[in-house]
Structure formats: C-alpha cells, structure tokens
C-alpha cells in the first residue's frame, strides 16, 4: 500500500525544547515538500529537496531544518528558535519537482507546543 | 507575488444540489491548478490537477475548469452528497494555496 506517512499525529512540547517530525514514503518519488498550515491561512512552504542530499529553503524557513539522507525519508526539525510553532504540518511529495506533475500529501502532524 | 483566494469561506447545501466552488488568481502566467479535499484533521487529498494548456479535468461527480485569462477556476460538484462535507483547497503552481472553501451538504 503505496503512500506518504507522518508520525506522529499529535506531538506535545514544552518551548525551547527541539521537535522532530518524521515524514516517509514509498512512492518512489524523488521531491519532497514540507508545509505549514494554520487557521485560516493558505498552506506555506518550509522546505523542499528535489533529491537526496538536496534541500531548499521555502517562504518560511527560519527555525527549521531538514535532513535528506534517504530517497523515502525527510524529517523536519522544529527548533527553539521558530517563534510560533504550533501548527498543523504536512509533508507531500511528487515523482519529480515539475509542475507536470501532482503532488500528494500525508495526514499531517500537529505540533502544540506550551 | 501570486494571490489565491476562495471564496466563500464557507457554503451549505441540502443534499442532491449541484454546487460551484470557485478560486481567483492574481497572475495569469501559470503553469497548473491543483483542486484539494481536507477532512476536519487530515492531510490533502487530490482531486484534479489542471495544466495551463488544458481548460478542464473530470474524476466522477467532480469537474474542474480552468480560464487563465481571468484568473479564475471552478470546481463542479454534481449531485452533491453528506460525504462530500469538508475544506477544499485549490493550488496554483503547486505552492499558492487558497485558505479554502468550508463545504457542509445537509442530508
């Protein structure tokens, strides 16, 4: 059963405290995406990698980082520095970066952070 | 900057009604538009996914169209049901998201 998981569903930390999110998938696919979404607003992108080893930044990069070791894996890490992280986020992925193509979407990880 | 905007917010329907969900854009000069479903606490799900050369798409009950020109796409929906409940989204670009349409089909 092919698709793109994101663990865990719900994550609790205390602030000044590093979160990481997992996203995997076994698509096969080579781009990754990481986004943000918050009430009432579009989603934003973090960051992306069109391939291993790679990684951009996106419109809202500060305070987090990301690792592409692996083609089916790209965690996130919320650091102390992200002013306001509690939000909902979600990792999607794409057989290549291309506007050819969709892009699918885990089910999303929502962080509260207190 | 590419602008994305839905609108209404939110809409309710009695069920069996054929329904239009639209979504403006700013910049004419894109290269596809991505119609979303998300379920109260989930993640995305693809409806339809409409290049710039192309001026529409069908899955189903669902037909998506695209004018460039004006800077508008629509999302049909036919013979509406309860399960069609939740927010959709439409993508231009793959990154330009709407804030989304709240739909509710009362049974």
């Known amino acids: 059963d092919g698709g793109i998981t994101q663990s865990p569903k719900y994550l609790f930390r205390k602030e000044g405290q590093n979160v990481t999110l997992s996203c995997e998938q076994n698509?096969?696919?080579?781009?990754m995406y990481w986004y943000r979404q918050d009430p009432g607003q579009g989603l934003r992108l973090i960051y992306y990698?069109?391939?291993?080893?790679?990684?951009q930044k996106g419109d809202i990069a500060e305070g987090y980082s990301v690792s592409r070791e692996k083609k089916e894996s790209f965690p996130l890490t919320v650091t102390s520095a992200q002013k306001n992280p509690t939000a909902f986020y979600l990792c999607?992925?794409?057989?290549?970066?291309?506007?050819?193509?969709?892009?699918?979407f885990g089910p999303g990880t929502r962080l509260t952070v207190t | 900057k590419q602008e994305v905007t839905q609108i209404p917010a939110a809409l309710s329907v009695p069920e069996g009604e054929n329904l239009v969900l639209n979504c403006s854009f700013t910049?004419?000069?894109?290269?596809?538009l991505q119609w979303f479903r998300q379920d109260p606490g989930k993640g995305l799900t693809s409806l339809l996914l409409?290049?710039?050369?192309?001026r529409e798409q069908t899955s189903g009950r669902l037909n998506a169209s695209l004018d460039k020109s004006s800077g508008r796409s629509t999302l049909y929906i036919a013979a509406s049901q309860p399960g069609d409940s939740a927010t959709y989204l439409c993508?231009?670009?793959?990154?330009?998201f709407g804030t989304g349409t709240s739909l509710t089909v009362i049974p």
């Open positions: 698509l096969n696919h080579d781009a």
């Open positions: 409409i290049q710039s050369s192309q």
């Open positions: 999607a992925s794409k057989p290549r970066d291309s506007q050819s193509y969709e892009q699918y």
């Open positions: 910049d004419s000069a894109i290269y596809n």
């Open positions: 990698s069109q391939i291993v080893n790679d990684f």
């Open positions: 993508a231009v670009d793959q990154f330009y």
